[in-house]
């Protein structure tokens, strides 16, 4: 009996240990987040720092170089990148009142300078010219394909993380469809129940951000590829097409829409996000918790500077503040506030995860940004966006439709509207109901999403690319790709057939007329 029993054990072990992923050694993995953007860079040092606590050696080229560093983990500085961005675009608030042309094209001209001064940095200079080798290449994913020549240069697979969710740059990397009868475009304020006009809508800005991807950004994301790399090496286009063997997505379906995606494109939404907060510094621990009546938080994101409101704009806001009996906290950027009622305090950055967390805050007023909306709903925080520019408004698009926030639009602010939707996001108990159902459900995952990211990270160093997970798709040209060759063949044929049969019988009876004509003109 005893020795079956150890027989059974032993059986037991053998089949867990199969069960069990292999260990990864520890890979070699270069970071690419070149984005000025804060908030760009939480989601891609939360992955770098969670794989270099795995024993990987990480290394990460970004503006942001860390305070304190820790172990398996080296910084390549590009600061400067932040003032170049404060020269294309001064005042980010500006962009709440330009059109979706401008919009566009001052998104890819952002994406290309950061790409550009990123590859011209003399410490990625030096890097490029090393004899560095690396397994693995990790790059953000935000109009920056000229950044693809880093896995070609150090011959490593390529996984790219987008912190914007899925959008038609990601798409086209890995070959995942995006049906524009319901999926909207991240710059529109559809969702995805969209009626006649809007699928027009969609279709037509789809189809310009494709044409103007092709016309104005793909040949200077080229051109900075061309002359950054050295020869020899294969197109930007054959790059784009097959150098990425993975796509992880700052998304999930409980805070978005449900969309179809090919295997190696996984959601990893909130992977930044503590599960368990962090202690807050005492001043401000002391604040929330001494907020009896609740607390509003209130901050535009880690680009657009609240500082740079108009004045009347700013007066209004403060006006209806100082009519609250809540406690609120402003993300704002100078020393001082102008007028700032008793019940307001300023800081130009609060550890915003952190501060969600705490149970006194009753009310996230925000511009919308993925980060603040997936942080906002984990944490179960209702919230009403001011949206500017981008994904903003798809976002709060979804908050409304979905039941936990309002939009104010920007250009609308006024002491009216925004005390009127204070009042009713704090008055109506449904918001804090379904903001509390969809953290429930977000929580509801059978991994965390950094593990899940950093598995599939593992994943890709295990299987050497992970060749086996790339659609056929990436092969296929536009036209082959959406079967617009056979649909002309299928519906094209009999049209052609039948009308070359129409003219041959038609030519026939004319010819036999005409004949027939001039017999009878001869008699």
Excluded at 373 to 382: A, C, F, I, L, Q
Aim: glycine fraction near 6%; hydrophobic fraction near 40%; charged fraction near 20%.
């Amino acid at each position: 009996m005893e020795i079956k029993g150890t027989a059974t054990v032993v059986l037991l072990v053998a089949a867990l240990a199969l069960a069990i992923p292999a260990a990864t050694d520890g890979a070699k993995i270069l970071g690419i987040f070149p984005t000025s953007s804060r908030s760009h860079y939480i989601v891609g040092s939360a992955l770098m720092k969670e794989l270099a606590r795995r024993g990987h050696e990480v290394t990460v080229i970004s503006p942001f170089p860390q305070k304190k560093p820790l172990k398996n983990y080296r910084d390549i500085d590009v600061t400067g990148a932040d003032e170049a961005v404060k020269d294309l675009v001064p005042n980010l608030l500006d962009m709440a009142n330009q059109g979706i042309w401008e919009s566009i094209t001052l998104t890819y001209k952002f994406g290309q300078m950061l790409a550009n001064i990123t590859l011209q940095h003399p410490n990625v200079g030096k890097l490029i010219a090393s004899n560095e080798k690396f397994d693995l290449v990790v790059m953000e994913n935000f109009l920056n394909d000229a950044h693809l020549g880093f896995a070609h240069h150090f011959k490593a697979p390529c996984v790219a993380l987008s912190t914007f969710g899925a959008s038609r740059w990601t798409n086209d990397m890995v070959g995942t469809p995006s049906p524009i009868s319901y999926v909207p475009h991240p710059f529109l304020s559809f969702t995805d129940r969209m009626s006649f006009v809007q699928r027009i809508g969609n279709t037509l800005m789809n189809v310009m951000d494709m044409v103007l991807g092709q016309l104005l950004d793909y040949p200077v994301q080229s051109a900075m590829y061309e002359e950054a790399f050295p020869d020899p090496k294969p197109t930007l286009e054959q790059l784009r097409r097959s150098s990425v063997s993975l796509v992880l997505l700052n998304n999930h379906f409980s805070l978005s829409y449900p969309r179809p995606y090919v295997p190696n494109m996984i959601e990893v939404g909130g992977m930044h996000v503590n599960r368990k907060p962090k202690p807050l510094p005492e001043d401000i621990q002391t604040i929330l918790d001494n907020a009896t009546n609740g607390v509003i938080y209130f901050s535009m994101g880690s680009n657009i500077q609240s500082s740079q409101l108009p004045v009347e704009k700013r007066e209004a806001i403060l006006r209806v503040f100082a009519k609250l009996k809540q406690t609120v906290l402003w993300k704002w950027e100078n020393e001082t506030l102008p007028n700032k009622p008793s019940n307001v305090f300023v800081k130009a950055w609060w550890p915003q995860d952190d501060v969600l967390a705490h149970p006194n805050v009753r009310l996230f007023i925000t511009h919308g940004g993925l980060l603040s909306t997936t942080e906002s709903m984990y944490h179960g925080v209702p919230v009403i966006g001011i949206p500017v520019f981008g994904d903003q408004y798809l976002n709060m698009a979804k908050a409304e439709r979905t039941g936990y926030g309002l939009l104010v639009p920007y250009q609308e602010i006024s002491e009216e509207r925004l005390s009127k939707a204070i009042n009713q996001i704090l008055t109506d108990g449904k918001y804090k109901t379904v903001a509390k159902s969809i953290s429930a459900r977000y929580r509801d995952q059978p991994q965390e999403p950094l593990e899940l990211a950093a598995f599939w990270v593992e994943y890709v160093i295990r299987h050497k690319g992970a060749e086996h997970l790339k659609s056929a798709g990436q092969e296929l040209g536009f036209v082959q790709y959406h079967g617009i060759d056979v649909l002309a063949t299928i519906i094209g044929g009999p049209i052609l057939f039948f009308h070359l049969l129409f003219k041959l019988l038609c030519g026939g009876r004319s010819k036999s007329k005409n004949s027939t004509n001039t017999k009878k003109k001869r008699n």
